[in-house]
Structures are given as C-alpha cells and as structure tokens.
C-alpha cells in the first residue's frame, strides 16, 4: 500500500467512525423531526378544511368599510385586549381578520424563529391572541380562534420543541448540528474516486446494495439537506444567536427602520379604511397587515400578510394624519441573507405550494430511508458481542488535512451544541482508546 493510498484509508475510516457517532446521535430526533415536519408540510391542507369557513366567504356585491369590521370585532374579543393588527381581505372571498392580544402579551418568540425583537418578522403574534374573523360585506363576525389552538401553530410546536417549552428545543438543535456533520461525512464517504460512479449498480444486494442506496440519495438531496438545516439553525436558541452576531458583523443584518419616526398632528386621524387605501397605494399586489398607531404622535405600519411570495417583501411606515410615506423597504433594500432567509424559511415550512410540499415528502421519506438503512447496515456488519463501531486505523486522528481541520473548528464554534457533545465524544474515545490498549496488552 503506497503512501497516498495509506492516507486515503486512514481519513476514510475516521470520517466512517465520525459519521457513525453522528447518526447515533442524531437519529432519535431526526426521526421524531422528520415525521413531525412531514406532517407540519400538510398545513395548508389541514387548514383549510378546519378553518375554511372563517377565512373565506361568499361575495355579496360591495364591502363594507374596514372600520365596520374592526368595530365588530372589538364587541367579539375579549374584555380588556386591544388589536394588534388587522388583515384586509386580498381577494374576494377572503374574511377581515383581526388580531387582539392581551395587555402586556409576550411576543412568541418561535414566531419570529428565535430573533431579538427588532429583527422579528411583523407578522409574529403574542403567545397570547386572539383572531376574530369578519365577513367584510355585512360586518359580521364568524367566529373567533386563539393562537395558540391553531393547527398549524400545534403542528409547529410539535417539531420544534414536541409540544414542550424552550428548554426542550435543544433536542432538535443538536440533531441539526449532527445531522451537518453526518451529511458533510457522507458526501466524503461516497465522493467518487477512480473506477468508482458514486451511482447505485445494478444487482447490488444484500449490504453493498443498502450501502450504495444509502450514499446516492443522501448525496443526491444534499442541496435540500443543507437548505432544511440552515434554515432550521437560524431560529435555534445556541447556534441561531451565533448566526446572527455573524450577520451583524459581516453587513447583512436586515435594513434599519429609522428611529424617532413620528405623525405630526394636522386634521383628523387617518382610519382604518384610510390607512388601508395608503398602504395599498403603496404596497405590492399582496395580502397586507396593519398596524394602527399607539398613540397621537405614532405612525401606521404596513406589512406582508402572505409569506409564500418572499419577493414582494415590503415595510411600510406613514404618518397617521396626512398618509404620508415616512419610511419603506421593499426586497431590493434587503440584504443577500435577508433574501436567502426569506426564501429559505418559507421553503422549508413548504410554503410555496404543492411542488414544495411534494419536494420535501421525497426529502423526508429519504431521511427516513437513510435512518433505516444506516441501521440495517449497522447490524449486518456488527460481530455478535461488540460493539460494532467503525474500526479506527492507526494513524486516523491526524491524517485530516488542515481545510478539514479548519471547517471542523467552523462547525463547532458555530454549533455550541456540537462543541459540547463532540468534546464528550472525544473524551468516550479517549476511553474506548485506553480500554483497547490495555485489552491488547493483557493478551
């Protein structure tokens, strides 16, 4: 065995060993994330069976004013709570949808995926709200939802934290941060050398056979996988703020909405019908959410109601006297990682409809495969009585090249979570190490 064939084989058994310790890890909350993400894609289906009849009614000639329906709302919302924002209707047989939450009410920090305050999309509600839904020609109420009992609100919760508080989104956090890992070994492990195809071959059975299968779809929604994972990572609790301090300091944090914007008082406030035509004055042809002013001297906000057309992005701020535009940025003022979250986010909650849907069914039901497969393949190769652990040679820990190096070091100072579980991985090592030797030597 020559010298560079030596290398090749030492690095190929510690990537082996490093991608088998991932997928021991990650395993458990890949699978609980894959079947309960499958299931939160549905949404869109779910929903409008359950709620069909409070967001879309029949067209009856010309609709009422805004106010009309706000005014209904407020006699159907609970004692005490104020609005938060309201929902135009966008098209013709949409409801008016009015969001109230009550005084004080805590942002759902999940909504905004984990951002401080000021970077929190607008469109977030309180953990605590209300939506009353009003039909917009006679200004009468359909009924009302919390929050918090929506479907797709549950079904979020479920693959984010399994029904349980913040504390227990660490799970998900670190299957993600292993789930990189397994992924980028993988790639290494089935990256065609010489006579090698990286295609599965005809006939193959047997362990060669899930093997080959195994590597080529892993490798072959790779870009999916990577997509699903930062996006995932974004809103996490430990590598989600590592994130944005980096896109702070690289530029890319979202455009700043100027301070100390404010109305100056000349006739009679704008109303809600008022605030609706100068936003709409303004805005792209899309469902758009309204902010009333909190006070005499505060300003109306305008934003994206529909996130399935991340394009058409827009913040709009004006004076709630004269309507008059006092800030506004659409999607040429975002940045690249603006752009790339606000593709990124929808696609992975299969927001852009039936073929983003059907993308990430394939995506899962391969996750799912890739699981099974990885362990079937573990109990074929396992001798009865050990371990079945990857075997190390001599050499392995020091034959990464030093770009290997530097992304594993990347990679951990990104993923707190994978900085502490693979440093107690390294000291199992360490033991497992120790263990050996001494077997050897007591032979």
Known sequence: MNQTTSLLARRKSLYWRIHFWAALIASPFALLATLTGILYVFTPQVEDRLYAHLEHVAPQ??????DAAVA?????????WAVQHVVPPFHLDDTVQVAFAPPGGAPDEHAGHGMPAKARPAFGLPAQAVIVYVNPYDASVLGTLASSERFGNWAKKLHSRLLQGDGWRWMIELAASWLVVMLATGVVLWWPRGAQTGLPRKGATGRNGWRQWHAFLGVALG???VVILATGLTWSQQAGGRIRVLRDISG???PPVPRGLHSREDGAPLDWQDAWQVARSHAPAIALQLTA???QEDVWRATMADRSRPTLRFDLQFDAYSGKPLYYAGWDAQTAFGKATAIGIPFHRGEFGWWNQALLLLFGASVLFSLVSGWV???KRRAPGSLGLPKLLPGAWTSPSPLAWLAAAG?????PLLLVSGSLLMLLELILAQASRRRWAGR
């Open 61 to 66: 000639g010309a609709m009422r004013p805004l």
């Open 72 to 80: 209904a709302a407020e006699t159907a919302a609970p004692r005490g």
């Open 223 to 225: 870009l999916v996988s």
């Open 252 to 254: 890319q944090a979202p």
């Open 293 to 295: 002013p909190a006070s």
């Open 377 to 379: 393949m573990f109990f």
């Open 411 to 415: 990679m951990c100072a990104l993923m």
